[in-house]
């Protein structure tokens, strides 16, 4: 039998190699794709949507996902025109979406601090009312925690309605069914008792000058009237105004007088819940006016004198925070 051997030519093995070359890229390529590098990795950019963008339709999917033992995710930016370090967009149109949302377990869950504006802001361009521009809920903790170093007078918190109809401030807690608001005309009303230093309201003068002027204070809680009557033969029977005559606990109740006129001297002889009388001293048979002013003890007041006062307990959330 015949026997040859074959020899490539120059050109097949040259495109053997080729091949082959191409092959080893093509793996060489592959492997670092898988690779995750040791050190981090800096994209520069100009234009286009974003440097870096994750994109995921999953429900239960993050779009980015960061892990630290500093920030997970930090944000940094030079801008001037309204853009953010950190921007948050919920875009869905129903249901329920956080444009940011902060969760800690050790510290604040949403935590900002400004040199040159509001630490924390928002804004609520929704229509329906359950939508706040800022919301917070605590277990335990302050809901929402507002502190200022700023010698500016600006506010640690600050609330503003935009129109009439627009409460400034609400407070509720469910638990007791207590609420303090502040509506539309900045009236205060609480449910509760309010507890502070000296108080004062602002008049205006004749002159229309703005001016300060002292509440009256008493050791027990007390309600006051004021009133003129007149004696007729030195005897004068003084009724109660019924609306206040019930709000009185009818226990007890104070009547100063003030003659308007020449008199021996004036005394009450005889107080009811509805009425009181008064005579003139002496058997004294004058007739002339008198003011006369009540001092009773509210009805649903309690009898305590100079109540300790409670002890104002300082948040958590006021110390300092650790950066």
């Given at each position: 039998?015949a026997?040859f051997t074959s020899q490539?030519s120059?050109a097949a093995t040259?495109?053997v190699?080729?091949v082959?070359v ?13 690779i995750?590098?040791?050190k981090?990795k ?6 286009g ?12 999917t993050w779009?980015v ?7 997970g995710?930090?944000?940094?930016t030079s801008?001037t025109n309204?853009?953010s370090?950190v ?20 510290g604040?869950?949403?935590y900002?601090t ?7 802001e ?8 359950v939508?706040?521009g800022?919301y917070g809920?605590s277990k ?9 170093s700023t010698t500016?007078?600006?506010s ?9 109809r ?6 509720y ?5 207590g609420?303090c608001?502040i509506?539309?005309?900045a009236?205060l ?6 507890i502070?230093g000296s108080?004062f ?8 000058q703005?001016v ?11 309600i ?6 007149r004696?007729?033969?030195g ?6 105004d ?8 009818r226990n007890?109740?104070?009547v ?7 008199t ?5 002889s005889?107080k009811t819940?509805?009425?009181?009388q008064?005579r ?6 004058s007739?002339l006016?008198?003011d ?5 003890h ?10 300790p006062a409670p002890?104002?307990?300082i ?6 925070i650790?950066?």
């Amino acid at each position: 039998m015949a026997q040859f051997t074959s020899q490539p030519s120059r050109a097949a093995t040259i495109g053997v190699i080729a091949v082959g070359v191409a092959i080893a890229i093509s793996s060489l390529s592959i492997v670092r794709a898988e690779i995750t590098p040791d050190k981090s990795k800096t994209f520069s950019c100009s234009s286009g949507t974003a440097c870096v963008e994750g994109n995921s339709t999953g429900s239960k999917t993050w779009g980015v996902y960061g892990v630290s033992g500093a920030d997970g995710v930090h944000g940094v930016t030079s801008t001037t025109n309204g853009n953010s370090a950190v921007a948050g967009i919920s875009m869905g149109t129903s249901g329920n979406g956080h444009g940011v949302y902060g969760n800690s377990s050790n510290g604040a869950g949403v935590y900002g601090t400004s040199s040159g504006g509001s630490g924390v802001e928002g804004h609520a361009t929704s229509s329906i009312a359950v939508f706040p521009g800022v919301y917070g809920v605590s277990k335990n903790g302050d809901g929402v925690f507002a502190e200022s170093s700023t010698t500016g007078g600006y506010s640690a918190l600050y609330a503003r309605g935009d129109n009439k109809r627009t409460t400034i401030f609400f407070a509720y807690n469910k638990a007791t069914g207590g609420e303090c608001v502040i509506d539309p005309k900045a009236n205060l009303t609480c449910t509760g008792t309010i507890i502070g230093g000296s108080e004062f309201t602002q008049r205006r003068n004749s002159s229309g000058q703005r001016v300060l002027t002292y509440a009256s204070e008493s050791a027990t809680a007390t309600i006051e009237d004021v009133g003129t009557a007149r004696m007729i033969n030195g005897v004068a029977n003084v009724r109660t105004d019924p609306a206040f005559a019930s709000l009185m606990d009818r226990n007890w109740y104070y009547v100063f007088l003030t003659p308007l006129g020449d008199t021996r001297g004036l005394y009450v002889s005889m107080k009811t819940p509805t009425a009181f009388q008064v005579r003139e001293v002496e058997h004294g048979r004058s007739s002339l006016a008198f003011d006369y002013r009540i001092v009773a003890h509210p009805l649903d007041a309690d009898n305590d004198r100079l109540p300790p006062a409670p002890e104002m307990k300082i948040p958590r959330s006021v110390q300092p925070i650790q950066q």
